[in-house]
Nanobody, 114 residues
Framework: QVQFVETGGELVQPGGSLRLSCSAS????????MGWYRQAPVKQRDLVATIFSSGNTYYVDSVKGRFTISRDNAKNTVYLQMNNLKPEDTVVYYC????????WGQGPPVTVAS
């Protein structure tokens, strides 16, 4: 059974930084393209960033230049480094596969406020 455990969410001031981690189990992690997603209350879950099995990355425009996705295949972990955080980044973040989705984890809430 594939499971994702995301950690790292907390309260941070605008302009601050956070690093989210997502540990995956039950899958051959290195062969999967992975994504970070986020969801605000009563809104759909949207893709934020993708890292392909090749190591190539993709970002949505709203986070380009501020967020960096990376992966450590030896640790079955994908990371999201978030810099220059803005209040509108205040949502719950999730990781999952990019092309193949599995059950969603709990998702760490990120709050950006003074």
């Amino acid at each position: 059974q594939v499971q994702f455990v995301e950690t790292g969410g907390e309260l941070v001031q605008p302009g601050g930084s956070l690093r989210l981690s997502c540990s995956a189990s039950g899958m051959v992690f290195s062969g999967y393209s992975m994504g970070w997603y986020r969801q605000a209350p009563v809104k759909q879950r949207d893709l934020v960033a993708t890292i392909f099995s090749s190591g190539n990355t993709y970002y949505v425009d709203s986070v380009k230049g501020r967020f960096t996705i990376s992966r450590d295949n030896a640790k079955n972990t994908v990371y999201l480094q978030m810099n220059n955080l803005k209040p509108e980044d205040t949502v719950v973040y999730y990781c999952n596969g990019y092309r193949v989705k599995y059950d969603w984890g709990q998702g760490p809430p990120v709050t950006v406020a003074s």
